[in-house]
């Protein structure tokens, strides 16, 4: 849960970028835009991705100019577009072939839509199953693989209709460097699990959703 004080530090922290709370609002409303499957692609709500930010910059207090982060199934690219706005060098994948299209597309119109915003670095996403053993090798076109994130995002809400189960997602992880973070949202991960992976909780008091490979 966010407090008006962590709310007001993460936009200060954000003021050079341009993305006040409104403006992260109204990306979101735009970029639910496909109509029949919008609520099989439902984007991760808008509270959630305000603490994962609030939880990046200030508690981790990452420099997002320094950060590549992945969005694994990267859907509309809401996360996507939040993150290239605040200056985050942003990477999707989804396997959905007109989603891919589609989202890079719209990002770019929506974000040059809202006025004072701006994509500091365009998202890249390609189109592969992130199941898939040659998906950690694969290059993005600035010639970044999934091997060089320094974040991985994933959000399926509790009735997604995709096979999600904790061994496939963490074995797709092995690859992770180390010291990256893993930010996992609706995940009930055994953290047993998660240790035999590398990963442990940064805040053990905390969600476990919030791991760093040690
Ligand atoms: C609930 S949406 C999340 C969209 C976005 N990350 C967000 O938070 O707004 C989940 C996405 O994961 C994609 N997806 C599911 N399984 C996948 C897989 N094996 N490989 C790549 N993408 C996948 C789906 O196509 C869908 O777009």
């Given at each position: ?135 950690p090798d ?8 999934p ?28 690859y ?39």
């Amino acid at each position: 849960m966010m407090f008006d004080s962590d709310t007001k530090a993460l936009y200060e922290q954000l003021q050079g970028t341009g993305l006040t709370r409104q403006k992260l609002n109204d990306l979101r409303v735009y970029l639910s835009y496909i109509g029949e499957n919008a609520s099989m692609y439902r984007p991760i709500p808008f509270e959630q991705l305000e603490y994962l930010l609030h939880y990046l910059l200030i508690e981790c207090k990452i420099v997002p100019g320094n950060t590549k982060i992945l969005d694994l199934g990267s859907g509309h690219g809401f996360p996507l577009a939040v993150f290239s706005a605040a200056g985050f060098h942003a990477y999707g994948v989804d396997d959905d072939e007109e989603l891919v299209r589609e989202s890079a597309r719209e990002i770019k119109k929506k974000v040059s839509e809202i006025d004072g915003l701006a994509l500091i670095h365009e998202p890249q996403i390609i189109c592969a199953d992130y199941y898939s053993e040659d998906f950690p090798d694969m290059s993005f076109k600035d010639g970044t693989t999934p091997k060089d994130m320094d974040v991985f995002f994933c959000y399926f809400y509790e009735e997604s209709p995709w096979k999600k189960h904790e061994e496939v997602v963490l074995a797709s992880l092995t690859y992770a460097k180390t010291g990256a973070i893993f930010l996992a949202e609706h995940y009930n991960f055994s953290e047993d699990l998660l240790r035999e992976h590398g990963f442990s909780p940064i805040d053990p008091e905390r969600s476990i959703s919030y791991l760093k490979k040690c």
